[in-house]
């Protein structure tokens, strides 16, 4: 299984100052010591963390294959191909949202045609979707190269059950809900994702997952046969507070390889 770790909160943290440090581009090097196999950074249309001189330095320091996470945006498609990273993966984008909700659109006009765009600079492109049939086929379809199934609803679940999230006031109401109840939420968004998972690999994509994977859920995820590489960022960049970057992401790769 290989990670790809997302730095974004590395430049949130920047961002909090408005100065120079932390800068993304120095956990680059740790990560690729640290066994990491993808850097994963999101260019928001906000540039609230990540700018676009970090996806230049990041990507001219050429140390691991850099994937980009970036909405249907004109400037940003453009700015891209110029800056050719290893793969792009397709989200969708609100202004308002504090992370990414929800898998990409696939009935949105311009997509084949930006997945096209990319793939004449020869750039992979990834559609971050939810984990439906009919979605993976239509991504298929669109001529994406990969896949990314969107953890979110598995994690939260996972998070309600399994933590003390559901008495804290940071709780999910939309997921106030009994043990059991709970409990068979889990199975079933576990099970579409296996599903789904297989279902991409045999159509000939790239599978990958993320969002919400943290110490007590990925291993999981990481068990489903089909799906090579998880994005992670706020539960390892979390941990690194207290322990280091490289023994969080070392953590993180015991539990997933
Ligand atoms: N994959 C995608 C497509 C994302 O948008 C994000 C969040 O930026 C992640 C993975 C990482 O999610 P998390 O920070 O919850 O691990």
């Given amino acids: 299984m290989n990670l790809g770790l997302n730095i974004d909160h590395i430049a949130t943290l920047r961002e909090a100052r408005k100065i120079n440090e932390p800068d993304p581009l120095e956990a680059v090097f740790v990560a690729k010591n640290a ?33 980009v996470e970036c909405a249907c945006d004109e400037g940003i498609v453009e700015f891209l191909c110029e800056q050719k990273p290893h793969k792009i993966t397709l989200v969708p984008e609100k202004r308002e949202e504090i992370t990414t909700e929800g898998g990409l659109n696939l009935t949105q006009n311009n997509l084949k045609e930006i997945i096209k765009e990319f793939q004449k600079c020869d750039i992979q492109t990834a559609l971050f979707i939810d984990p439906k ?85 990925a291993s999981a995820i990481a068990k489903i046969k ?28 015991e539990l997933i390889k």
């Fill in 226 to 253: 089909s799906i090579t590489e998880l994005n992670i960022g706020h539960s390892i960049i979390a941990r690194a507070v207290f322990t280091g970057l490289e023994r969080a992401i070392k953590d993180m790769l």
């Fill in 133 to 217: 049939k009919d979605t993976i086929k239509r991504a298929k379809a669109l001529g994406a190269t990969g896949v990314e199934l969107h953890t979110g609803e598995y994690a939260n679940v996972h998070l309600m059950l399994y933590s003390n999230l559901s008495r804290h006031k940071n709780a999910i109401k939309s997921l106030d809900l009994t043990r059991d109840t709970l409990s068979q939420k889990l199975q079933m968004t576990l099970s579409e994702i296996t599903t789904c998972a297989s279902l991409a690999e045999e159509l000939g994509l790239g599978v990958f997952a993320g969002h919400g994977l943290n110490y007590q859920n």
């Fill in 35 to 67: 066994g990491v196999s993808q850097i994963t950074i999101h260019l928001r249309e906000d540039r609230r963390h990540i700018h676009d001189d970090d996806v230049r330095a990041i990507i001219n320091a050429s140390v691991l294959p850099v994937n």
